[in-house]
């Protein structure tokens, strides 16, 4: 089966975003494919990349990061979500360089909810969290 | 946009100023119209306050105003839970569009027939 992922909770929400990767690889371990992964809402925040690790928390960006790397996944990014959250890709930095910074990079990709509607309409299941 | 249509359920459940996810659910929903998808709207728990009319935040657009805008999305079919409405005691002379109130065995059926659903 085709499924599409759309996670809107924040990665601070520990619990529930490993679950969400917890899911994401029992599906590729089942043999179904993963179409998209979206973030949404406050679940753009993954995304961002100015930010310090604390030895005690645990990594949940890297347990993202390396299962997006081991899939070869190009996850999307909500631009107005993330935007709201002061977060940018590099081409909308360069077009206000006075005012921000990038810091959404590789592999995440900054798309539209025209995306997240294609993912949909090309996926037999679309799972939400948060 | 060639691929087939879909049936998108965006449910709206959240409080109208509660956080983000009424105008994100917004957006969303407005998307899907636009990609020509057969989206239909469900107001259920807190988020059928969103519906009432006459919404005067201090920090944001008006919820209510913004879904009035749904019927020019081509987006008719708007329900809300009758028993979220009842619940709260909201008349649904209030409302700011015209939503169909569902039973909890219509609303199982509506759930029932979508391709996707999208909650927030």
């Known amino acids: 089966m085709i499924f599409s992922i759309l996670i809107k909770n924040s990665p601070c929400n520990l619990e529930l975003s490993s679950c969400a990767l917890k899911y994401c690889e029992s599906l590729v371990n089942q043999g179904h494919s993963i179409e998209q992964i979206f973030f949404y809402g406050d679940g753009v925040e993954i995304a961002n990349n100015n930010r310090l690790q604390s030895p005690d928390d645990f990594n949940i960006y890297q347990k993202w990061y390396d299962f997006f790397e081991e899939q070869r996944l190009e996850p999307l990014v909500c631009s107005t979500a993330a935007a709201r959250r002061g977060l940018f890709g590099d081409e909308e930095a360069a077009r206000n360089p006075q005012h921000i910074t990038a810091n959404i990079f590789a592999p995440f990709s900054i798309a539209g909810l025209g995306q997240l509607v294609e993912a949909c309409t090309r996926s037999d299941r679309l799972i939400s969290f948060g | ?120």
């Open chain 2, 1 to 120: 946009m060639s691929t087939p249509k879909k049936n998108l359920l965006f449910i709206f459940k959240s409080t109208p100023y509660g956080g983000m996810a009424s105008q994100e659910a917004f957006d969303a929903i407005v998307s899907a119209t636009i990609f020509e998808q057969n989206a239909c709207a469900l107001f259920i728990d807190d988020g059928v306050f969103q519906l009432i009319k006459g919404q005067q935040p201090n920090f944001r657009a008006s919820q209510a105003k913004q879904l009035s805008s749904l019927p020019f999305y081509d987006l008719e079919k708007i329900y809300a839970c009758k028993r979220s409405v009842q619940a709260r005691d909201i008349k649904t002379q209030n409302f700011c569009l015209d939503a169909e109130l569902l039973s909890q065995e219509q609303i199982f059926d509506l759930i029932h027939c979508q391709d996707h659903i999208l909650s927030f």
